[in-house]
């Protein structure tokens, strides 16, 4: 992955996991270890799908 490529996957997970928080509030202040296996999970993901497609439109 390009640099570029890299720092929109990490908005892209910490976005998915803020609106997760957000929405659940299943995640508590200070519950770090949760938080870490959500980020793990996301890379997994990602690198299971492989190349990661960006499109200009919004």
């Known amino acids: ?3 570029k490529e890299k ?6 997970i910490a976005s ?7 929405m ?11 938080i870490v296996k959500m ?4 890379i997994d993901n990602i690198e299971k799908k492989g190349t990661v497609e960006f499109t200009e439109a919004y």
């Open 16 to 22: 998915d996991i803020n609106d997760f928080i957000d």
């Open 39 to 42: 980020v793990d999970a996301g």
């Open 24 to 34: 659940s509030g299943e995640i508590k202040f200070g519950e770090k270890e949760k």
């Open 1 to 3: 992955m390009t640099d």
């Open 7 to 12: 720092e929109e996957v990490t908005v892209i």
